[in-house]
C-alpha cells in the first residue's frame, strides 16, 4: 500500500494555508501546519500546527526534525507563508521592505534548504512556492510586495533545473484575490493628505482591500495544489484566479509595454 503523503505547510494557521491543509487532509494526507504561535489556536485540530517563524532557522530545524522523527519523511513542502505590503515605493521604509524580503524570499529559501536534505534522501519530493498573480506586473503602491513574489517565482525556475537530477520537483502557484485575512497583518504606509501621493494612495488602499474581502473562496487553490501533487511531471507556473486576472497576464504577453502600462495606471487612477 502506498504511504500516505506527508505534506508541510507554512502558514496554515488561515486564509490560504489552512484551507490547503484542511482539503489535503480530507483527501488522505498527513498534513504538518506551521504558525509563528500555535497557542494563539487553541481551538485547531484539523491537523498539527507546528511553531515556525520564516525569518527564525532553529523554528525552521525543530519543525521539520520533528516532521522527521514523527513521520520519517516529506513528500510535499507548500511555501505559503508571506506578508503584504502596500505604500508608494518613495515612503515606504527600508525596514519594512527588508521585512518583507525577509519572508516572502528568503523564508522560502530556508524552508528549502532544510527539507531537500531529506527529499534528496528519497529521490522524491515536490516543492510548490505559492506566489501571486502581481508577480507578474509592478504595480501601483504593492511594488514591493510585487517584487517580493516575483523574486519567489524566479528562483522555482532555477530551484526546478538544480534539483531536477534529484527527481523532485518544484513549481509556483501564484494566486489572485482571494477571501483572506492578509489585509489584517499587511503592512501599509499611512495613507496621508498630506503625502505626494494623496488621494491616489488612499483610494486605491481602500480597493486592495474590498477586492480581498469578496475575493473567492480559498477551496479553488487547494483543489489545484491536489491536482499539481498528482500531476507526475508539473508546469513551472500555475495560476488561479478570477478570469479577468488570468486575462490580465494575456495580455501583458500581447499588448505594448506601454499599452499595458496606460491600462494599470487607468485602472489606478494615475
Not at 89 to 99: G, K, N, Q, V, Y
Not at 150 to 174: D, H, N, P, V
Not at 224 to 250: A, E
Request: charged share 20%; hydrophobic share 35%.
Amino acid at each position: 500500500m502506498k504511504p500516505l503523503p506527508i505534506v508541510l505547510i507554512t502558514g496554515a494557521s488561515s486564509g490560504i494555508g489552512k484551507s490547503i491543509g484542511t482539503y489535503l487532509t480530507q483527501k488522505g494526507c498527513k498534513v504538518y501546519g506551521t504558525a509563528r504561535d500555535p497557542k494563539k489556536y487553541p481551538d485547531f485540530k484539523t491537523f498539527e500546527l507546528l511553531p515556525l517563524e520564516v525569518t527564525n532557522e532553529q523554528t525552521i530545524t525543530d519543525a521539520v526534525a520533528h516532521i522527521i522523527k514523527i513521520s520519517g519523511r516529506i513528500d510535499v513542502l507548500i511555501n505559503n507563508a508571506g506578508v503584504g505590503i502596500t505604500g508608494p515605493l518613495e515612503e515606504t521604509p527600508l525596514s519594512a521592505i527588508d521585512h518583507c524580503m525577509d519572508v516572502n524570499f528568503k523564508g522560502p529559501m530556508r524552508l528549502i534548504r532544510e527539507v531537500i536534505p531529506h527529499m534528496r534522501s528519497q529521490q522524491s519530493g515536490l516543492i510548490i512556492n505559492v506566489t501571486s498573480i502581481a508577480a507578474y506586473m509592478g504595480l501601483p503602491f504593492r511594488g514591493i510586495y510585487s517584487a517580493s513574489k516575483s523574486a519567489l517565482s524566479m528562483i522555482t525556475e532555477t530551484y526546478r533545473m538544480e534539483f531536477k537530477k534529484f527527481g523532485i520537483e518544484c513549481c509556483s502557484l501564484a494566486p489572485g484575490d482571494f477571501a483572506t485575512n492578509i489585509a489584517q497583518g499587511r503592512f501599509h504606509v499611512p495613507a496621508s493628505s498630506t503625502s505626494e501621493y494623496f488621494p491616489e494612495y488612499s483610494q486605491n488602499l481602500e480597493q486592495m482591500n474590498a477586492h480581498v474581502s469578496g475575493g473567492e473562496d480559498p477551496i479553488h487553490l487547494a483543489k489545484k495544489v491536489y491536482r499539481i501533487m498528482n500531476t507526475k511531471h508539473p508546469r513551472v507556473h500555475y495560476v488561479v484566479g478570477s478570469p479577468l486576472q488570468r486575462f490580465s497576464l494575456v495580455l501583458k504577453k500581447v499588448l505594448p509595454s506601454k499599452w499595458y502600462e496606460r491600462m494599470l495606471s487607468n485602472h489606478y487612477n494615475l
